[in-house]
């Protein structure tokens, strides 16, 4: 589905015009981010919309935490897709494996850490929980989701 595609199914839940009002914009603007959008045509009728220009920024930034904070906005989170194959099974599994491992470690760390020092979680050392609980959380759904499409599974091998 295209951005403004989803937009405009967005926008129809409330309305455009509430929409517009709730967030101080012109209804015109909402209508123009819900229509395709061509940069090669002058005569298209679309416009660039939040959506295009959130997934150029984490395009030209590579900074992830841009869209995990967006799921994190909608009470969910993001994952990372999982390659579609390993060219070294073994190696990839055991270095999978391991990620997960020190992803686990560092929460723990982080919250016997936490408490240690002063027997409470000041809201800093929550965040900083939050963080590494929101790393483990992606290291292991990557990681499942991996193993449920087959990615550690080699060639000419049956499954059982």
């Known amino acids: 589905m295209r951005s403004h595609e989803v937009l405009r199914q967005a926008a129809e839940k409330v309305g455009v015009k509430a ?5 101080r914009l ?12 061509d940069t090669t045509d002058p005569d298209a009728s679309g416009s660039r919309n939040p959506l295009d220009r959130l997934r150029e920024i984490v395009q030209l930034t590579g900074h992830i935490p841009v869209v995990s904070w967006l799921c994190h906005e909608a009470n969910g989170f993001f994952v990372h897709n999982p390659e579609d194959e390993s ?5 990839d599994l055991l270095q999978s494996t391991q990620h997960l491992v020190m992803a686990f470690s560092r929460l723990l760390r982080e919250v016997s850490e936490s408490v240690a020092d002063d027997g409470a979680i000041d809201p800093d050392e929550a965040d900083r929980i939050r963080l590494n609980w929101e790393r483990l959380k992606t290291t292991a759904e ?19």
């Open 142 to 160: 990557t990681f499942v989701v991996a193993c449920e499409r087959g990615v550690y599974r080699k060639t000419g091998r049956r499954n059982k």
């Open 26 to 37: 012109s209804p015109a603007l909402i209508y123009k981010w819900c229509e395709q959008s």
């Open 19 to 23: 929409l517009a009002g709730e967030l």
């Open 87 to 91: 060219s070294d099974i073994d190696t």
